[in-house]
């Protein structure tokens, strides 16, 4: 029986992404832990049935000392569960998790570039620097053959494959975490006269919150009618977080709801009409794909990721990024053209079943362990 460790900088990306499919391994004889720091969804994983185990990890800390006491901790902890493969998910636990497992020669790595983040979206000193570190740590993570790199979109795929070590054939493009498409599936809405928008994301800079409330406020000034709907939470661990105060304002002003996390993201899929993403760059939406699952049109940024989802004037619309005219524009372009809508949504669903049911993509994630 193969043992796996999930690794991972936060517990909420290892419950959203990662249970569907750790719970499919489980059924077929594999026995799974996954490995974050505490959080809000750390008492769900005993609910569902998955081993999880807390790492004493600061996701943001840069300091040397706490890393390479890191490193000490994890092969100290792969060491007594001895796991076949260690999977590591974002790019600090793919630099920890992966010298650590090698340096006890796990039998296999798997290193996940789930996005590339406010790093590779904005252009400080800072953020230069820490990409150029990033890149090296990554380099210097796929020294050994038996680790395998994992992407998510075109645009990283050719992007690593150029500046890593790792081989063609150690490169895997793999779109997304899977979307059950038969319980994200088609309702039929009642008609009303009033069209819902939807943003659902963390609520990040780099999301393009900031212009959807934008948009929202423009299109209100001119049809007040058009309901915004933010669905997530803030991320008070990355520093593009957007402060919850905006947010509550912008609620309070009336021009958008902002609902924070919400558990039954299907019903809300169910409630609205159009869904929006204007990201700066993603690795592969699940919002989008879960959206295009239910049948809904989409509105998205012409960026890495974000393409691999929407196909332009086929089930949505490609957007500058930064640009909340556009956004707004192709909002009120899609609400005054239903016919598209419908159009739209009809082609999001056959796009979802054809590449990003679950069915074809854990087939692609079980296919990496062998």
Same mark, same amino acid.
């Given at each position: ?7 991972? @900088? ?5 419950? @959203? ?20 720091? !505490? ?11 998955? +081993? ?10 840069? @300091? =040397? ?17 001895? %796991? ?18 090698? *340096?006890? $020669? ?8 789930? /996005? ?23 380099? =210097? ?11 998510? $979109? ?23 975490? /899977? ?30 919150? =900031?212009?959807?409330? +934008? ?7 001119? !049809? ?22 905006? *947010? ?24 609205? +009409?159009?869904?929006?993403? %204007?990201?700066?760059?993603?690795? *592969?939406?699940? #919002? ?13 940024? $012409?960026?890495?990721?974000? =393409? ?25 372009? *899609?609400?005054? !053209? ?8 009809? !082609? #999001? ?22």
């Amino acid at each position: 029986m193969k043992k796996i460790i999930y690794f991972a @900088n936060s517990d909420w990306f290892l419950y @959203n992404f990662n249970s569907a499919f750790a719970l499919d391994l489980k059924s077929k004889g594999f026995e799974v832990i996954f490995l974050s720091p !505490n959080g809000k969804f750390s008492s769900k994983f005993q609910e569902i049935g998955i +081993d999880w185990y807390e790492v004493p990890m600061n996701r943001t800390s840069l @300091n =040397v000392f706490h890393n390479f006491f890191l490193i000490f901790w994890l092969i100290k902890f792969f060491a007594k569960h001895k %796991p076949s493969i260690v999977h590591n998910f974002t790019l600090k636990a793919i630099f920890l998790g992966s010298i650590s497992a090698q *340096l006890l $020669n796990v039998s296999k790595v798997v290193n996940e570039v789930t /996005g590339l983040g406010h790093i590779f979206t904005t252009s400080n000193f800072k953020n230069k620097f820490l990409k150029f570190t990033t890149l090296f740590l990554i380099r =210097v993570s796929s020294f050994r053959n038996s680790t395998c790199l994992v992407v998510l $979109n075109k645009d990283d795929f050719e992007f690593f494959r150029h500046v890593t070590f790792y081989s063609k054939r150690n490169i895997k493009l793999i779109h997304g975490v /899977g979307v059950d498409c038969d319980f994200f599936s088609i309702n039929e809405k009642k008609k009303t006269t009033s069209y819902k928008v939807l943003l659902p994301c963390r609520m990040l800079k780099e999301k393009g919150v =900031v212009e959807f409330l +934008d948009a929202a406020r423009l299109i209100n000034s001119i !049809n007040p009618s058009v309901e915004f709907i933010l669905a997530g939470d803030v991320d008070k661990g990355n520093p593009s977080s957007i402060d919850s105060r905006i *947010l509550i304002d912008a609620s309070n002003s009336g021009f958008v709801r902002w609902l924070g996390h919400v558990d039954d993201i299907r019903s809300l899929y169910a409630f609205s +009409d159009i869904v929006v993403l %204007p990201s700066y760059r993603e690795g *592969l939406p699940t #919002s989008l794909t879960e959206s295009a699952s239910c049948g809904l049109p989409l509105i998205a940024t $012409n960026v890495p990721g974000c =393409v691999d989802v929407v196909e332009n004037l086929v089930n949505g619309l490609i957007i500058p990024t930064k640009d909340h005219f556009e956004l707004a524009k192709s909002i009120l372009f *899609l609400i005054e !053209n239903p016919s598209l809508i419908e159009k739209f949504g009809a !082609n #999001s669903r056959r796009i979802a079943l054809e590449s990003f049911d679950k069915k074809i993509i854990f087939q692609q994630r079980l296919d990496l362990y062998f």
